[in-house]
């Protein structure tokens, strides 16, 4: 009987890792629909006007920030697309920005810089 047991509590631990594991993929797919739902239009925009991929840019937010609009690298890349403030600074004068105006937390702004 002890054998039986210990068996049963093992089946029940692995259904249970298998649970959390697919809970965990069927959130992280969610987010992901989410997060492109509100971002699509402007991705779709921003790609169309400097001629990108949307593809192509949906592929690096999910690399550098899955994304997360409030994600800060440990080197001090911002947002969605991770940029630097000081490549900011040099995307302001090429968009004809104020650099005061960029708010790289702005999901709309990153996306701008950054595509």
């Known amino acids: 009987m002890g054998k039986l ?3 049963t509590v093992i089946i029940i631990i692995i259904l249970i890792c298998v649970l959390v594991i697919g809970a965990y993929y069927i959130g992280e797919q969610y987010r ?5 739902e509100l971002y699509g239009d ?3 925009k921003y790609c169309f006007e400097y001629g990108i991929d949307a593809n192509l ?11 997360d609009q409030t994600a800060v690298s440990n080197k001090g890349a911002i947002g969605l697309m991770q940029i630097m403030p000081q490549t900011a600074k040099y995307i302001s004068v ?4 104020q650099y005061s ?7 709309n702004t990153n996306l701008k810089c950054g595509i």
Not at 32 to 36: L, N, Q, R
Not at 57 to 67: D, G, H, Q, R, Y
Not at 101 to 107: H, K, S, T
């Open 5 to 7: 047991k210990f068996k």
């Open 101 to 107: 105006q960029i708010n790289l937390f702005d999901y």
């Open 42 to 44: 402007t991705i779709t």
């Open 57 to 67: 840019v949906l592929a690096v937010i999910k690399a550098e920030s899955n994304f």
């Open 32 to 36: 992901e629909k989410a997060a492109i």
């Open 94 to 97: 090429k968009l004809n920005m």
